[in-house]
């Protein structure tokens, strides 16, 4: 079973609009948290935004928030006010428990591109 | 700049041969995770460092290997290429061997060509 899911393999969105990427996730662990990373056309992978499991609110930065709602495995990304430079490759990952030992495990990703 | 440093930033090679991509983490960084992206996919986890020890291992083929050296920079080696190997390899660290709250720094990538 997948343990993060993107259902959007692409958008469009006019510019100056809101955007909402959906990423579901699946996990047993009680602590784990989510990511989400920006990838340009340039190929480089940039972080975003963070969401602790525990964390009681949910997190914003800049113009990203995160969506999270906990009962329904949800962390969905929202870009306020779109420009044309948030096109790019979007990924959501989640890092479960808090052992040494792990790695991020990665959605599909959603190409989203801003109209003008 | 992200700090981490990766190179070549772009590397064109024959099936068969052997090639070396190396990371330079960010400064104060002891992990480093390597990562394989295939055309239009998402990130593979192919094998992480902490302070010169393999700390885990993904779907690393055994044609690759990979090492942290005392200076914590990192290399992967990858012989015998294949078409199919053809891909961005990414290098990305962190503090400790969590991800902590800011995830990974990625560098910015080797885009490796097998032709």
């Known amino acids: 079973a997948q343990k993060i899911t993107q259902t959007q393999p692409g958008m469009f969105v006019q510019e100056k609009e809101a955007v909402t990427l959906d990423c579901t996730y699946d996990?047993?662990?009680?602590?784990?948290?989510l990511f989400w990373y920006k990838q340009p056309s340039s190929g480089e992978m940039i972080f975003l935004i963070y969401?602790?499991?525990?964390d009681q609110q949910n997190a914003t930065e800049g113009r990203y928030s995160l969506n999270f709602q906990k009962a329904r495995k949800s962390a969905n990304l929202v870009i306020s006010a779109s420009q044309l430079g948030d096109s790019a490759m979007y990924f959501c990952a989640m890092r479960e428990g808090m052992d040494s030992n792990y790695q991020l495990i990665w959605g599909a990703g959603t190409k989203l591109i801003i109209k003008p | 700049d992200s700090g981490v440093t990766q190179t070549p930033k772009h590397l064109i090679t024959a099936t068969g041969q052997r090639v070396t991509l190396r990371c330079s983490p960010r400064s104060g960084d002891l992990s480093v995770y390597w990562y394989q992206q295939s055309l239009d996919q998402g990130l593979q986890f192919l094998i992480q460092y902490y302070n010169g020890e393999e700390r885990a291992k993904g779907n690393i083929l055994e044609r690759f290997s990979a090492q942290q050296f005392p200076d914590l920079h990192s290399e992967l080696n990858l012989s015998s290429l294949e078409l199919g190997d053809s891909a961005l390899y990414f290098c990305?660290?962190?503090?400790?061997?969590?991800?902590?709250?800011?995830?990974?720094?990625f560098g910015s990538g080797t885009r490796l060509t097998v032709v």
């Open positions: 969401q602790g499991s525990y």
């Open positions: 996990t047993s662990d009680p602590s784990y948290g």
């Open positions: 990305a660290s962190s503090v400790s061997s969590h991800a902590a709250n800011y995830g990974y720094t």
